[in-house]
């Protein structure tokens, strides 16, 4: 089966969720690496982790979803602006298109567009949260992230 690019999204699961990224915003995905935790930052921050030479913030999916935390059984790298974040989830599930999802009108978080949370839908009967990877990391946690790195 064919997927349609501008459809396209990495489909994980985190906290019992089925999340969408955007495939434009996914590097790549990885095993879990070491984390260094970063003071100030918000809880679903885990801290930093290094990542082809650079240190990465690391979000638990898990955590921001408002779920307990469970160890990652995957990283995925993602897109922010210029730079990249590793999302911890529970597992990867593959590609699929959301052409033909149907997709609630308004945000679930930031009805102003500004959320990380894009929209909610439902695929295969499961509810979908759909993802805005590149602002799940708040500013907090990427001069966190710089701080640490010049203290180092």
Excluded: K
């Amino acid at each position: 089966m064919s997927v349609d690019s501008r459809d396209a999204v990495l489909l994980v699961r985190a906290g019992g969720r089925a999340c969408a990224i955007p495939l434009a915003h996914v590097i790549e995905t990885l095993r879990p690496l070491p984390v260094t935790p970063s003071a100030g930052v918000a809880p679903f921050v885990l801290g930093a982790a290094v990542v082809r030479g650079a240190a990465v913030p690391v979000v638990s999916l898990d955590l921001f979803l408002g779920s307990p935390r469970s160890a990652p059984a995957r990283f995925v790298l993602v897109r922010c602006g210029p730079r990249a974040a590793a999302l911890a989830v529970d597992a990867v599930l593959g590609v699929v298109s959301l052409a033909g999802v149907e997709r609630a009108s308004t945000p679930l978080l930031g009805a102003d567009g500004q959320g990380a949370v894009d929209a909610v839908g439902a695929l295969d009967g499961e509810l979908l949260v759909l993802l805005r990877a590149s602002r799940i990391v708040p500013d907090d946690a990427w001069r966190a992230i710089a701080r640490d790195e010049d203290a180092a």
